[in-house]
């Protein structure tokens, strides 16, 4: 298959924005990628644009009025892995050889407060009160607390770094370092998840633009390559997450991160230790943890002991999150992905500034949600 | 005699399709439904048609056992957002369990008369099934929970 | 590009089905297509469901039952185009080499009654009572009419004719031929549009198993080729379609269907007048005539003249919507271009039964929706 | 004096963001607003930041023209769809357009004053702004639509 280059990116911060359109924010960050690859929007040849919670064709919605063009504007979403998509279907163009010049964006405003569980959860799971997300959050992290003896403090560690990494991210929806004790002392949202151990749904943008790679100078000096961009729902019995009834008591498959990024290894030839920095799916601070282990970080059972041997620390051997995570950036479902793309293209470039991870060459970012919808993407300077 | 029709009682309704066998008369006698995979031997709660796991269409209905352990929980400690219908005024924290039944299922169920701070993991429990709402044509629709054995 | 063939085909009829789940609806068209190509569902390596109704991951909901499997499921929606899209990223994916066997459904199951109109218009224009989709039809009618001289009778001699196609479908919600007096007595919704030459919104699915050419003989004796799947949105100005605000006095753009079918037509290497049947978007029997303008049936204007010497009747040169058209089928919006795309695979393999276009050999599938989203298929034998 | 307190009458919004000239205290003096792209000379309605005909940002704003044509037109005859605000009860047909301006742009706005069966097509109209419905907070909320000229 073609080897494909990311030649733009562009990023609205994440965060609340008030009466600002879904549609601006969206095209901020288009320009910025436009302008980052140098070329007008009629260059673009195809646009997939991911989200979750906008109105039906959201891309003509916010495309149309960058200017007259005709070409193919399409949605696509797939929960919290929806961006995974659009960079996917993006790529599966340019490889096509359909066109040269592609555009994912991701853009998402999300209603404030909490979501209509109708949204995910049927009827009577939302009149039986089982419609509460963090909850089953907190019940796999329950018992991963029982099977391997992770303690409050090693989610606290986790919420702390993504904090104190978020300073340097003006990205970020809250730059604020918590000490250990503020986070411990924040509210519980559901045991062992603290007020600030999870992430809130917000509002941003973040697009890239690709290319063949073989083209990839004619608009950058620093392109980036997609090694491996792979999009899974989990497979049956692999993955506790909302909304889910019921989970095999003899069954259990391999989770879709571990199918995901497995399969994003083999297309890239590297493995997880090959990571200068990883942003993943931190929706909370458990969420963290257990996507160590089924990165291949660490083995099942081990994660507290990463957390507390300092290895994801910015300045430790496989930086996490040195964007502040979602904990810090907030989650705008459809542009989260393509967030993480962006920091790690940032990085890729030495563009990073105050957090910049030192001489990074490869990366991988990773978004897991409902239904266990999982994308990893895999990027190499 | 006006105490033996029933008519003036409310209907009692399944707050899910194909949960429940039936009759709901004696809510004591009723068990959670499922359904198995002839193929597999993949259980799944309520009526499916297929099976998720390997994918075949031969499937027969079963009646789970009433009887559980508690594999993982949380505590609900907020009112549950849309409709719920348990108390709200004054909102009563409750345990949501994750419930393994010697089926080879587990499933997701409010764990109730059980004071959060009693609830631990592999604790056996029992299927509840009781009157939890009247709708709006007044009838008595019907949940299930578990509850400590 | 790779060609690409259809090896298997299935539908679940339109009409309306009460308490049936869009999930088993969606199911029973997929079982059908497995069947089609004699594959399973594990065989199948990628899947893009097209809805706009549907609840978000509906692709997750309806496919994960069908068995485990891990691999990418994906929604996508693109309006009354959404078809179009599932079909053209599908074949993106075998084109580019990323699987060999790729699983295009579309599944909708439509709110009874009006639609929420905030769906797709702004509140000012849903208090100004600026909301009634059929108007902007029939104001495109009515000013065809004044420029043109097409009349009522000429809308009424499509609705007869594909009424009249219908009975012979049973994938067709409404089977029942009226007469040109029935049809011009049927109360007007708005005029020049009456209720029997309008479609209605419902339920139903269609799915397409796509692989590239070369391989199609594992799995079929009767490949059906995609010689072009274009989708565009319409460009500036091109397209007076809802929930438009206001369109340019000064610039008339080609028309999305123009656009849409130019490209098709090119890639294919075939021009209008080479299709031995077309099955396209007639939301209304004004849209139908409108639209053999904008394929290039014939010249601007001369729409009634074609429907007056009977072209596209069933037994004439090209025959439209021998299915008996949206107008008879209903328009289950995502599912509505894929349900095309079936009936042309049945006409060309000679499956079609009752209704069978003698020797059909190549065929062309055509929808169009709000803001100008527009789909072209065109299908060889 | 009380009758010179404007407080007392409420106050008067907008149906659509930046789309009249202010103030609106004198609705006849009231017009359309739009954005005119300088460099390929589109206009658009309201406020617009880039032009989605040429792409480009360098935009100005303009007033529209009172005077217009009926490029085309339909008849609304049963009640829109949603939370319409004009009568329902009785519900009054009337007429949707197509107006075309001078500026180079056509509008879709009602018709109104204007009895259905005496539509034409490029018969002569003028813009007219007026109080449409009072909202939750008792403002009028200010709509426009044409009326034959
Ligand atoms: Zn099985
Ligand atoms: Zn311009």
Redesign the interface.
Known sequence: ??KIAIVGVGIHPFGRFGEKSYQ?IG?EAVRMALKDANV???DIQVAYLSS?YL???A???VL????????????????CASGG?SV??A???V????CDLALAVGVEKMPRG???????????????????N???W???A??HM?DYGTTEMHLAKVAYKNHKNSVDNPNSMYRKAFSIEEILASP????PIHLLEICAPNEGAAAIILCPAEKAHKYTNKPIYIEAC?????????D?RVP????????E??S?VT?ASQKAYEKAGVGPMDMDLIELQDTDAFCELQIYENLGLCKKGESGKLIDDGTTDRNGRIPVNVSGGLISKGEPVGASHLGQIAEIVYHLRGQAGARQVANAKIGMAQVLG????CAVTILKR | MTTSQPAAKGKRVAIRQDLFTTPLDDLNAVHLKGTKCNDCGEVFMGHVISCAHCGSESMKGIVFNDQGTLYTYSVIQYVPPGDYKGPKDPFIPFVEGLVELPDGIRIVAPVLDCDPKNARINMPLKLKVYDFFKDEEGNDVVAFCYVPA
């Open positions: 298959m073609k601006q095209q007008a929007w009629k979750q109105p039906s064709t891309a003509s919605r149309k009025p960058l200017g007259e063009t005709g070409i193919s504007l399409v949605d696509v979403e797939a929960a998509v996917n279907i790529m599966l163009a490889q096509a050889e359909a909490f979501m209509d569980p109708m949204m995910n959860f049927e009827k009577w799971q939302v009149q039986m009160g089982l419609s509460t963090p909850s089953y907190a019940m796999s329950r018992r029982h519980i949202v559901c045991y792979v999009h899974v729902v989990a497979a049956y019995s692999s506790f889910i009834e019921s989970m095999s008591a003899r069954i498959n391999p879709p199918l409902a239904r266990g919808n």
